[in-house]
């Protein structure tokens, strides 16, 4: 098996590119595949500051690398969730990459700030912990990009990711997320914009491109995802892509093409009329938005 492109001997292969690469080759690769991502769905413009969720994991740490390299002015922002050891450790990848490459880390520790953890706030508010977690993190990344005057916030979210997500989209003909599912949400007041650069990677390509970089990231999953529904949509997918290399990204990319607009109208008819949050300020259709009222649930519960 030679490179693709030097003709050096390969060292990965891409089945759905039909190709190989050596180190040097993949990780341009890679660097390619985010550029034509950044461009193509008008990501990120030059000059913009960039806020990257890191979670201490490949795909975020990765992505980070990769901003950085294509030169994008990038800072982190990393979120305590208080799911024990699992926070303890990946807090630790993601401090330690910051530091060895000088670059700016951001930290929010959600028990240290708002008194709760995920697992318990998800007990209280009787959601999965995935939701309470996902809630949690929209609402502290943007806040924190608003705060810190960030253009735009990115996400390591990559292409198993979303379209996995896209088939629990698709399994639920759910048309208000069919409308919202797109690599670039735009910014609104009180929201910034936010990015999935790793749109067009695999989380295999992603795992190759961290151990070329010397890039150390917390191999295990969050506890609290085993046995979600992504993960079997996930396992679903892959097989499909063992049998036919190519049908994952076809399948996400021809819904982004031709199929995602056709659901616009029924995000937008579900969103309705937003008014400040009376605690935090952030844009909500309530009185106190989703992460305030959750917050005041579990001080309450704990006869705070
Ligand atoms: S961190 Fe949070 Fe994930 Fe853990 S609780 Fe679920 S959503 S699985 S990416
Ligand atoms: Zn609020």
Redesign the pocket.
């Known amino acids: 098996m030679k490179c693709r492109r030097c003709k050096a001997p390969a060292l990965i292969d891409v089945r759905r590119h039909n190709a190989a690469f050596c180190a040097d080759c993949f990780v341009r690769h890679c660097q390619e595949q985010v550029r034509r991502a950044i461009d193509g769905f008008d990501m990120i413009q030059p000059g913009e500051r960039v806020l990257i969720a890191v ?1 201490g994991g490949k795909d975020s740490l990765g992505a980070w690398e990769l901003l950085v390299d294509l030169g994008y002015e990038t800072d982190g922002l990393y979120l305590g ?1 208080g ?1 024990g050891e699992y926070s303890d450790s990946s807090g630790r990848y993601a401090r330690e990459f910051a530091a060895a490459r000088g670059l700016k880390l951001l930290e929010v520790d959600i028990p240290g700030e708002y008194g709760f953890d ?1 697992q318990t706030a998800a007990a209280t508010v009787r959601r999965p ?2 939701g309470a ?2 809630l949690s ?1 929209r609402h502290l990344f943007n806040q924190a990009a608003l705060e810190g005057g960030y253009d735009v916030v990115a996400t390591g979210h990559n292409l198993d990711d979303e379209a996995a997500v896209l088939f629990g989209n698709v399994l639920r003909w759910d048309a208000e997320y069919l409308g919202r599912q797109y690599p670039v949400l735009p910014a609104a007041p009180g929201f910034v914009r936010k990015v999935k650069p790793l749109v067009r990677l695999s989380e295999r390509e992603m795992a190759a491109y961290c151990v070329m970089r010397g890039i150390d990231y917390i191999v295990e ?5 085993e046995g ?1 529904r992504h993960l079997a949509y996930k396992e679903a997918l892959n097989t499909l892509e063992q049998k036919s290399p190519g049908a994952k990204a076809n399948f996400l990319f021809s819904f982004l093409e031709r199929g995602h607009e056709r659901f616009v109208a029924d995000a937008e008819t579900e969103r309705g009329e937003l008014t400040p949050c009376t605690v935090c300020g952030s844009p909500t259709t309530g009185e106190v938005c989703a992460f305030c009222r959750m917050g005041e649930r579990v001080r309450g519960r704990d006869g705070a």
């Open positions: 979670s969730l799911i995920i912990p995935c977690c996902g993190k999953e969050c506890p609290m995802a979600n």
